[in-house]
């Protein structure tokens, strides 16, 4: 008799999870409490797997030997309540993907800076002609590769929400870009359950296996310490730190490593700002690990654009610089945004907010940002923590709405920047779509 498998949502992930479940030969039923995408429901009825939508059949979902759950979902939601109670297995889809494949996984996750390094680590692999797959949190979902698409390696972005349902899932590579507050919504409001999380990512690693991680990134350092790790640790820092596998000194990264050192001039690489050498060192030292040619690694990295909406240079009008910094979607992120610009800023901030605090970022915007649009249905905590700081706080319900606010408050030689440093759900489908229509209203002006 066939497993019969449930899966909770109908994305990218909910959706490559059922394609994997039905080509194993799995009974699969897919439930979703909210509308599925047209292009999800598509594939699900061309693959003749059941589904429904707009609610939850309990009494099929109870019948179910696996339960695959979406990272969106939460444990308080009443579905996962009931299924918890009757003990069925509930495993997220990263870990149903892990569970058909053999091939060797490298997973990159943190606050900040994983999606670039994620997209960093699969060019290096791919221009040096190893077979690897890139999906996760980017691309096509894990499951849906492993059902479709046969690698070598996967390289894999993944959340603190896809971890908090793994059993097995254990990485070759794990990166740990950074853990600063994020997500405190879904985490009690509680940075310790939120770092428990993210430190998943090294729960089976043995020794054969790897973790590069920021030595100077506070909570990180502190986990890892607290932490019984058998994997073999690779540390990387700006400032050279003891054990430090990778750092920058003097406009030169450093990754002294047997039998060939790396080393890459900054001015070589198309990334800029102290966020990206973060990405440049964690996503190099895993090329070093794969035994990839330094010639290979420094040109990957010399090649590589930045990925859409992060840190994006849109176009100057009237003398005014846009940049799309759409995936800053917590307060870290938007730190490093403001960091790196050395011109005056307006700056467009807002969305939906996860238990942000915004003080680390006073210091920054007191010095560089001449004024705020904020963006969304709930800006209260945005004019509290900042209309001390700048000459004008406005408000704006869309997106055109503050593109045209913020062109007509900037001067000639200033930037605009839309680093909201909350979620996009408020107004928008996603950050891809606050992105797109930020980029579609700049260049409506």
């Known amino acids: 008799m066939a497993l019969k498998v449930v899966i909770l949502g109908a994305g990218e992930s909910g959706t490559?999870?059922?394609?994997?479940?039905?080509?194993?030969?799995?009974?699969?039923?897919?439930?979703?409490?909210?509308?599925i995408k047209d292009l999800y429901k598509s594939v699900l009825k061309e693959r003749n797997?059941?589904?429904e939508e707009g609610s939850h059949d309990m009494l099929t979902i109870l019948q179910a030997d696996l339960v695959i759950k979406s990272p969106g979902i939460s444990e308080k939601t009443p579905v996962m309540q009931q299924i918890r109670s009757h003990k069925i297995e509930v495993v997220s889809e990263i870990e149903f993907g892990f569970r058909h494949t053999y091939s060797k996984v490298i997973a990159i996750t943190g606050s900040n800076g994983k999606t670039t390094t994620t997209s960093l680590i699969h060019k290096i692999l791919t221009d040096a002609g190893v077979s690897a797959g890139l999906g996760g949190n980017i691309g096509k979902s894990?499951?849906?590769?492993?059902?479709?698409?046969?690698?070598?390696?996967?390289?894999?972005?993944?959340?603190s929400f896809q971890l908090d349902d793994i059993r097995d899932f254990k990485p070759w590579i794990a990166v740990l870009m950074n853990i600063t507050p994020d997500h405190l919504d879904r985490y009690h409001y509680e940075v310790s359950e939120y770092t428990a999380s993210k430190m998943n990512i090294t729960k089976h690693q043995g020794p054969e296996d790897h973790l590069i991680y920021c030595q100077e990134d506070p909570i990180s350092q502190q986990a890892i310490s607290n932490s019984t790790l058998q994997a073999k640790t690779w540390g990387f820092a700006i400032d050279r730190l003891s054990n430090s596998a990778a750092w920058f000194d003097q406009g030169i990264i450093h990754i002294p490593f047997y039998p060939h050192d790396f080393t890459m001039f900054y001015n070589e690489m198309k990334l800029t700002g102290r966020h990206n050498l973060y990405n440049t060192m964690a996503a190099a030292i895993v090329g070093k690990v794969m035994d990839i040619r330094n010639e290979s690694i420094r040109e990957s990295?010399?090649?590589?654009?930045?990925?859409?909406?992060?840190?994006?240079?849109?176009?100057?009008?009237?003398?005014?610089?846009?940049?799309?910094?759409s995936k800053a979607t917590n307060v870290n992120s938007a730190w490093y945004a403001l960091e790196s610009i050395?011109?005056?800023?307006?700056?467009?901030?807002?969305?939906?907010?996860?238990?942000?605090?915004?003080?680390?970022?006073?210091p920054l915007v007191e010095k560089k940002v001449k004024s705020i649009i904020a963006l969304g249905q709930d800006v209260k905590k945005i004019h509290e923590s900042f209309s001390k700081k700048v000459n004008v706080i406005v408000n704006a319900m869309s997106m055109p709405e503050a593109v045209k606010l913020a062109y007509h408050m900037a001067d000639k030689g200033d930037c605009v920047l839309l680093s909201p440093a909350c979620a996009s759900f408020d107004l928008f489908e996603n950050y891809e779509d606050r992105g797109r229509q930020f980029k579609h209203s700049v260049r409506n002006l």
């Not at 059902?147 to 390696?153: G, M, N, V």
């Not at 050395?342 to 680390?360: A, T």
């Open 342 to 362: 050395h011109q005056p800023i307006v700056w467009i901030v807002g969305g939906v907010d996860k238990g942000n605090d915004y003080s680390m970022l006073v």
């Open 49 to 51: 797997i059941r589904f």
């Open 142 to 159: 894990f499951a849906w590769l492993v059902a479709e698409q046969q690698f070598d390696y996967y390289v894999l972005e993944v959340s």
């Open 301 to 325: 990295l010399a090649d590589f654009v930045n990925i859409e909406h992060r840190m994006e240079r849109i176009s100057a009008v009237g003398g005014i610089d846009f940049i799309n910094d």
């Open 16 to 35: 490559g999870a059922a394609v994997l479940a039905t080509k194993l030969g799995y009974e699969v039923f897919v439930s979703d409490q909210g509308k």
